[in-house]
Structure formats: C-alpha cells, structure tokens
C-alpha cells in the first residue's frame, strides 16, 4: 500500500442519468437529474458550490452530463470555460464513468468520488469525511451514517439501510481513493455492477459464507470490512459521519420533493440566526 502525499483531492463527481427518461428530471421538466432544482439551485451547482467551499478539494472533475445537455446549458459551459472542473463525456454505467475519471485525475492526489444529486452536500461534511478518510489510512474509504440518527433527524424519510449486528448504516455517496492500489477498487465495482443481475453470481464473487451470516444478522461492519479488503486485495474502511442529511440522495420523485423540503427548512432557519 502506497500512500499519497498529504495534497488536497481531486473531486470526481458523476452527473449522468442512468435511464434515458429519469423521472425526476422529468418531474422538475431539466434536461437530466442532476439539474433539478432545489432550493432554487440545479442540485449538480450545490455540489460543485460544496466542493468549492471545501479546502480539502483542489480540482473537479465532471463526468456528465452528456455533451447536447452541456452545450445548451450557458451556465455549466461557462463554468467549464472558468476552469472550474474539467469535463468528461459519461460512460454507460456510474462505475464505468469512474474508471474513466480516475484514469484522468492526477496519479499523486487521493480521489474523492460523490454524485450530482446530493443535493444537500455542505463544505463541513466534505471536510470531515476527508480529514477522517485519511485518518483511516487505508487505500479505498466510503462514508456510512447511522440509520438511527438518519430517522431522528429526517423521521418519515425512505432510505435504504444496510443492517449489520453493530447497527444499521446508510450509504452517502462518498467515496475516497486514497492510493494507488485503491483505484483497482473501481475496476472491481464495475465487476459487481455487472453481476447485479446475476445473484448466483454476485454471491460467488462475495462469499457465500459471509453473505449467511450477513443474512442471520450476525456480521459486524468491520467483519465485513475486513472481508471485502481481503477479497478486493485492497484495504477497505468506513467513515462514520455525524451529519444526517449526508444520506439524502435524490433517487425518486419523493426524494426532491424531501430534499427541497430539508433545503427550504435549513435556509429560513439560517436566515433567522443571521436577523437574531
């Protein structure tokens, strides 16, 4: 395992539908997903607007949205033309597209991968995941939040969990590659991407005894992180984030109607401290 120097990431974030007619873009009557608005804003801009506020983040690349969508959006074109992130063409799956920006991104900076639909991405949660990605010191990091503190603070919302015997975790869409060795980590997500499927298949790649005792509830998060690493040939650690809403995705309809919701909610609550 070889570690990169303690340089700021490159950001990678994909901005491709992955259905020719996604309903949210359809919904919010854009051109693809990533530019629906919430709070006013297309979601695709919060982002780069989050990782622009972050110190740990040097440069972005862009992997989507397709060209005939960037070239008849003023506004992301000018963006690119300012060098605020380099563009990239998506490829025909999410993995794919980040087998092609890794192949880009600078060879002596960690890599961090999210997506255009977090729409409620802050600077603070970028900066933690990545501070605590590097503290791991392992060579690929994904930041988990808790289910529990998830439906505390967002009581009603839909979101998958994965539910090990130390607790239920929801994915956030954060990703650090933070080696050489890890990038291979995205080659290996294109495997599984593949075999989705296939279940037979996936299991065999997975191991069927620890998919048994994921499935009788007794396999711990750091079991089956030692696992994947061991399967993977990489090390594969988790960041536990203390921020909620770093689990809010905009997969559905219902999820941009919730995630303008928590939006609107957040801004009027920050423009009342500012009177106060």
Same mark, same amino acid.
């Given at each position: 395992?070889?570690?990169?120097?303690?340089?700021?990431?490159?950001?990678?974030?994909?901005?491709?539908?992955?259905?020719?007619?996604?309903?949210?873009?359809?919904?919010?009557?854009?051109?693809?997903?990533?530019?629906?608005?919430?709070?006013?804003?297309?979601? =695709?801009?919060?982002?780069?607007?989050? &990782?622009?506020?972050?110190?740990?983040?040097?440069?972005?690349?862009?992997?989507?949205?397709?060209?005939?969508?960037?070239?008849?959006?003023?506004?992301?074109?000018?963006?690119?033309?300012?060098?605020?992130?380099?563009?990239?063409?998506?490829?025909?799956?999410?993995?794919?597209?980040?087998?092609?920006?890794?192949?880009?991104?600078?060879?002596?900076?960690?890599?961090?991968?999210?997506?255009?639909?977090?729409? &409620? =991405?802050?600077?603070?949660?970028?900066?933690?995941?990545?501070?605590?990605?590097?503290?791991?010191?392992?060579?690929?990091?994904?930041?988990?939040?808790?289910?529990?503190?998830?439906?505390?603070?967002?009581?009603?919302?839909?979101?998958?969990?994965?539910?090990?015997?130390?607790?239920?975790?929801?994915?956030?869409?954060?990703?650090?590659?933070?080696?050489?060795?890890?990038?291979?980590?995205?080659? =290996?997500?294109?495997?599984?991407?593949?075999?989705?499927?296939?279940?037979?298949?996936? &299991?065999?790649?997975?191991?069927?005894?620890?998919?048994?005792?994921?499935?009788?509830?007794?396999?711990? &998060?750091?079991?089956?992180?030692?696992?994947?690493?061991?399967?993977?040939?990489?090390?594969?650690?988790?960041?536990?984030?203390?921020?909620?809403?770093?689990?809010?995705?905009?997969?559905?309809?219902?999820?941009?109607?919730?995630?303008?919701?928590?939006?609107?909610?957040?801004?009027?609550?920050?423009?009342?401290?500012?009177?106060?």
């Amino acid at each position: 395992m070889t570690f990169m120097g303690q340089n700021r990431f490159t950001a990678v974030v994909l901005a491709a539908d992955r259905n020719p007619d996604d309903p949210v873009a359809r919904a919010a009557g854009v051109a693809c997903k990533a530019l629906a608005p919430v709070g006013g804003r297309p979601m =695709l801009l919060r982002v780069l607007d989050a &990782l622009a506020g972050s110190p740990a983040v040097g440069g972005v690349i862009l992997c989507g949205p397709p060209e005939p969508v960037m070239q008849r959006d003023a506004g992301l074109r000018r963006l690119r033309d300012d060098g605020r992130f380099r563009w990239l063409p998506p490829e025909n799956s999410p993995s794919t597209s980040a087998l092609a920006a890794l192949r880009v991104a600078p060879t002596d900076a960690p890599v961090l991968l999210t997506t255009a639909d977090h729409a &409620l =991405l802050r600077p603070e949660v970028i900066d933690h995941f990545c501070r605590e990605a590097r503290l791991h010191g392992t060579d690929v990091a994904a930041g988990l939040a808790s289910y529990e503190r998830v439906m505390e603070r967002f009581p009603g919302m839909r979101r998958t969990r994965t539910r090990f015997s130390d607790g239920a975790v929801c994915g956030c869409n954060l990703f650090a590659f933070l080696s050489p060795e890890g990038r291979r980590a995205a080659d =290996l997500w294109r495997q599984v991407e593949n075999d989705r499927k296939h279940p037979v298949r996936m &299991l065999n790649r997975l191991g069927w005894g620890v998919v048994v005792r994921y499935l009788l509830g007794r396999l711990s &998060l750091e079991a089956a992180l030692s696992h994947v690493s061991r399967r993977m040939g990489v090390t594969v650690g988790a960041v536990r984030l203390p921020f909620a809403e770093a689990a809010v995705d905009v997969d559905t309809v219902a999820d941009w109607h919730f995630a303008e919701s928590i939006a609107v909610r957040r801004e009027t609550e920050a423009a009342g401290r500012g009177a106060a």
